[in-house]
T-cell receptor, first 117, second 114 residues
Framework: GAVVSQHPSWVICKSGTSVKIECRSLDFQATTMFWYRQFPKQSLMLMATSNEGSKATYEQGVEKDKFLINHASLTLSTLTVTSAHPEDSSFYIC?????????????FGPGTRLLVL | AQSVTQLGSHVSVSEGALVLLRCNYSSSVPPYLFWYVQYPNQGLQLLLKYTTGATLVKGINGFEAEFKKSETSFHLTKPSAHMSDAAEYFCAVMPSSNTGKLIFGQGTTLQVKP
């Protein structure tokens, strides 16, 4: 149980294009999902908290107009990197919190590696 | 501000030896504490967590960790390392259950030598 998937797992795009990454909770409902970014050999940095049916809460320094988050259902959150540039190349990981668990455990997706040429 | 420090970015042990990965945190209130493992090009898998109650927490794959409030530590141990334990390990703190935000340490790469 508590499986989180991400799609795609790999994406290569040209500079200036937009890329959408999906995060799905497969066997549970998630009122809250989190998006992280991980650079090579570094730790995870929280980008934003995604709440179903409401606007995402972004961490300081994260451009909300560049990283669009939509949490339209209890099992799906999407992260769209708009007008991607090479510096946006990174490993993007989402996590989901099972509804009703009191915010104590996040289950992570396998990650999406983005390479912007 | 809350923070997590993992002492030693790289730890190398022999197969069968004790594994000790250190984690210290700073928090004004007792936080929730987690250890996650990450294999190459994969997401994070929860090893164990401390929320309340018993301070010695047992997790998957033979790992355990002890919450020591006086030392603000949550070190991860395993009595006998296995080759499959080689991975990146992250300690994380959830300062407040209200937000659910996790603050991660820098990570420790565990190498297991045959």
């Amino acid at each position: 149980g508590a499986v989180v998937s991400q799609h795609p797992s790999w994406v290569i795009c040209k500079s200036g294009t937009s890329v959408k990454i999906e995060c799905r909770s497969l066997d549970f409902q998630a009122t809250t999902m989190f998006w992280y970014r991980q650079f090579p050999k570094q730790s995870l940095m929280l980008m934003a908290t995604s709440n179903e049916g409401s606007k995402a809460t972004y961490e300081q320094g994260v451009e909300k107009d560049k990283f669009l988050i939509n949490h339209a259902s209890l099992t799906l959150s999407t992260l769209t990197v708009t007008s991607a540039h090479p510096e946006d190349s990174s490993f993007y990981i989402c996590s989901a919190e099972i509804a009703g668990t009191g915010r104590k455990t996040q289950y992570f997706g396998p990650g999406t590696r983005l390479l912007v040429l | 501000a809350q923070s997590v420090t993992q002492l030693g970015s790289h730890v190398s042990v022999s197969e069968g030896a004790l594994v000790l990965l250190r984690c210290n945190y700073s928090s004004s209130v007792p936080p929730y504490l987690f250890w996650y493992v990450q294999y190459p090009n994969q997401g994070l898998q929860l090893l164990l967590k401390y929320t309340t109650g018993a301070t010695l927490v047992k997790g998957i794959n033979g790992f355990e960790a002890e919450f020591k409030k006086s030392e603000t530590s949550f070190h991860l141990t395993k009595p006998s390392a296995h080759m499959s334990d080689a991975a990146e390990y992250f300690c994380a703190v959830m300062p407040s259950s209200n937000t659910g935000k996790l603050i991660f340490g820098q990570g420790t790469t565990l190498q297991v030598k045959p």
